[in-house]
């Protein structure tokens, strides 16, 4: 399995501040890098496919890079709409393996 | 748009059967390939499976053994079955749409749209 590793499992964040999540592939996996949004009782949404492409419809203070091993999402000015959780999820292997998520909360 | 749509028991007794159907609305179930997840409390995302619009299926290693996806075109409507499970098997399951997205040159195969997830105890 491939494994992914995110950091930080959870940060504290304010309205307006630049936020970066980073992700780990236990093998290269090229850009097969997904990232989501999770809200409780909402469906969740994805937010950016194949390491760096905005997913239509999502604000373009959300970007992605990396490729590789090492993959980043970064939210460049927090707004309150943003508290949730991101999960990272490699689709390189057919068994499909997601991060352990980071919490951005007030 | 599309939209998903998971039912099924909000409660199963151990060693029963898990089953969820997840209808598929404003478009088409065929030509693509279609997922389910589950995250249990305080946990995780974890892929359970996907299957496409012909029948085929692709599981995780882990739950193989207990896992039974299929599909009804007709319905256009997706179904999963989890045999024998316990408290471990509590989670939120989501079901979503397996697609290829691509953008100058650079692809990659990602769940969009998700239902809204359903949660599924199990409990005696």
């Known amino acids: 399995d491939i494994q992914m590793t995110q950091s930080p499992s959870s940060l504290s964040a304010s309205v307006g501040d630049r936020v970066t999540i980073t992700c780990r592939a236990s093998q290269t996996i090229s850009t097969y890098l997904n990232w989501y949004q999770l809200k409780p009782g909402q469906a969740p949404k994805l937010l950016i496919y194949a390491a760096s492409s905005l997913q239509g419809g999502v604000p373009s203070r959300f970007s992605g890079s990396g490729s590789g091993t090492d993959f980043t999402l970064t939210i460049s000015s927090l707004q309150p709409e943003d508290f949730a959780t991101y999960f990272c999820q490699q689709s390189y292997s057919t068994l499909r393996t997601f991060g352990q998520g980071t919490k951005v909360e007030v | 748009q599309v939209q998903l749509q998971e039912s099924g028991p909000g409660l199963v007794k151990p060693s029963e059967t898990l089953s969820l159907t997840c209808i598929v609305s404003?478009?088409?179930?065929?030509?693509?390939?279609w997922t389910w997840i589950r995250q249990p409390p305080g946990k995780g995302l974890e892929w359970i499976g996907n299957i496409y619009y012909s029948g085929s299926t692709n599981y995780n290693p882990s739950l193989k053994s207990r896992v039974t996806i299929s599909v009804d075109t007709s319905k256009n409507q997706f179904s999963l079955k989890l045999s024998s499970v316990t408290a471990a098997d509590t989670a939120v399951y989501y079901c979503a749409r397996d697609g290829t997205h691509c953008s100058g040159g650079s692809c990659s195969d990602s769940f969009d749209p998700w239902g809204q997830g359903t949660l599924v105890t199990v409990s005696s």
């Open positions: 404003g478009g088409s179930i065929n030509n693509y390939y």
